[in-house]
């Protein structure tokens, strides 16, 4: 097992660790700092092993699989934690989360054809506001021009979520295609 795949089972162990920090408040009044703190945690595990894999030619069919499942795993958990919370609209982690499933099924549908879909700007761009987002929304800061920021850091994921969708089906839509 190499480290980019221990950096990938570390984010999907964090996963739990994060969603029961952040709904039973065991840590009281630093409960959200803690589910914060491993939030970024897995969220730079992310970052750190596609690069180390690519660098060191270290990337393997079960990278390629679950890395992507990780961060959905970890996204998705925390938009539900943030529902519960009610701190994010449950219409707009839907429309997140019927995007990251499309995408997902155009992935796997091409695979079979051998076409690989990488990630687009577009989904870089996404996956980067909706962190900056969920790190916005656990801080729960009510202060200042925080809880502004939020809020505006919602609709920019959410757009950005729907212009990625709209980029990968016009740039991918031969996948669809019956030969």
Do not use: H
């Amino acid at each position: 097992m190499n480290l980019p795949n221990k950096l990938t089972i570390l984010r999907i162990v964090l996963v739990p660790v994060f969603v029961v920090v952040i709904l039973s408040n065991c840590f009281g009044d630093n409960s959200r700092w803690v589910a914060l703190a491993v939030f970024i945690i897995a969220s730079l595990t992310d970052l750190l092993d596609g690069k180390i894999a690519r660098k060191y030619n270290l990337v393997t069919n079960f990278g390629k699989f679950m890395d992507p499942l990780a961060d959905k795993m970890l996204v998705c958990s925390a938009l539900i934690c943030l529902v519960d919370l009610g701190r994010i609209y449950s219409w707009m982690v839907i429309i997140i989360v019927v995007r990251d499933f499309v995408i997902s099924g155009f992935r796997l549908v091409a695979a079979e054809s051998g076409k690989v879909i990488a990630a687009n700007y577009w989904g870089k761009f996404k996956t980067t506001s909706q962190m900056i987002m969920i790190c916005l929304l656990v801080a729960d800061i009510q202060v200042g021009f925080f809880p502004v920021l939020g809020e505006i850091f919602k609709w920019i994921a959410l757009v950005l979520t729907v212009i990625s969708l709209a980029v990968y089906l016009m740039d991918n839509k031969d996948v669809m295609k019956e030969e």
